[in-house]
Structure formats: C-alpha cells, structure tokens
C-alpha cells in the first residue's frame, strides 16, 4: 500500500513546522516531524488502525478515518483498496473548533 499526502494535508504540516519553529525551535520541530513521518509505515502495514472519525461519519464519499499523532494534532485518512492506496487528506490541530475543521473535507 501507498501512501499519498494531499496538498491541504502537506500545507497543514507545513504550517505547524513553520510555528513549531518560530515557538519551540528547530530541535522540537524536527522532532515533531520525525514522529509524523513515523506513522506512515504503521499505516501502510495496518491501514485500519485509525478509528472512523465522527465528524466526518456523514460523508458518503469516503469513510475518513483519523489518528492521533501528538496530543494537538490527528491525522485524518481515507483508504482507496482498489488503488491500494492512503490518502492523508489533513492533518488537524484539535485545538481549533471542531466543526470548522470537519468543514475543511469536501463532502
């Protein structure tokens, strides 16, 4: 199985690189990368390991499934089988209002 991050979930890590640099350094950012990159292999391996997100149980296009990677930030996926593939389609800070955020996937 593949992995494919999307643009808006590759915007979203970006962002929090960029102020995890400017508030935590460059130690903790790297860190924090490294921890989000080290997920991908557990997913490729075990792609249901994620539990179906509930704001997003009303979407029919995709069954989104999200992770808990940090205590601030869930991966949210979606798994294609015909493709063999995972989409990481955001990457969430649950700090932020969770409806806004649910508001974020396309239908």
Known sequence: MQIKWSKKAGRALDTALAQGAELFGTHATISFYNRVKSY??????????????????????????????????????????????????????TRREPSRLAEQIKK
């Not at 390991?49 to 149980?57: D, I, N, Q, R, S």
């Not at 999200?66 to 493709?83: A, M, Q, R, T, W």
């Open 40 to 93: 991908e292999p557990l997913l490729k391996s075990n792609p249901h390991m994620g539990k179906v997100e509930p704001l997003l149980a009303d979407r029919t296009r995709h069954q989104y499934r999200s992770l808990v990677i940090h205590e601030h930030f869930k991966l949210i996926y979606y798994i294609d089988l015909p493709h063999d593939t995972l989409y990481i389609a955001d990457l969430w800070d």
